[in-house]
C-alpha cells in the first residue's frame, strides 16, 4: 500500500459548492416557512383575543387595543395577505378601521390604568386634545393634572373635551388641502342630511370621518319611512 509522503497532509474534499447552495437555499425556505406559521398562528391568537374581549366588559377595550397594536407593529396582517392594517381590519370584520385607530391611539398614548379609569371614550378625546394644543402635553398628562373648561381633565365630559379640541384645531392656520378636505366633508355632510330629511329620517347622529360616514337610526325611524314610500 503506498504511504503518504512525509510532511504532506492529504485533504478530504467537502460537499460540491451546488450541494452547498441548495442547503443553505432549503435553510432559508424552511426558516421563512416557519415563520410563516409562527406569525399565522399568532395572529389567530390576537383575532380570538379580540373577539372574546368585544363580547365581554367595557374595561376589555384597552386589551383589545394592545393586540391591536401587536398585530399592526409587526405586521401581522400580512399573512393573511392584507396589504394593510386597516383593510385586515375591515375584511376580519372585527369592527370599523375608524375604531380599530381610536383603540391604537388610546394604547399608545394613555398608560393602562389611566385609561381604564377615564374610559375608553373620555381617553380618547383626550389623546385629541393634546394633539390639537400646541403645547408639549399629553393625553396622560391632561388625566393627571390638566384642566378643561375650568375643570379637572379626568372629570371633564367627553363633549367639552371635544369641543376644547375642536376649538385648538381651528385656532390652527390651514393648509391648502385642510381646506379642500374640509369643504368635501361639509358638502357631504350637507348633501347626507338633505337625504335624510327627504326620506323623513332624523339628522342629529351623523358624522362624517376621514373614510367614512356613520349614520345612526333606530329600527323605529327606519321601519317608519319605508311605510311611508
Known sequence: MAKAKAGTTQRT???????KSASISKLIVATKRASLAANTARLGVLTRLIRRRLATVVESFYDVGEALREIADRKLYAVSEHASFAAWVEGSKLMSSTQAEKLLAIVRNVPREAALAAGQERAYALVLLAA?????DSAAEL????????QPAAKASVRTIKAAASAERKKRPQSPAQRAKAKADAAVDKGLRALLRAAGLPTKALSVGAGEVRVVLSRAHVEKALAAR
Open 13 to 19: 474534499k467537502g460537499p460540491p459548492a451546488k450541494q
Open 132 to 136: 390639537a394644543t400646541p403645547a408639549p
Open 143 to 150: 388625566l393627571a393634572g390638566g384642566v378643561v373648561d375650568g
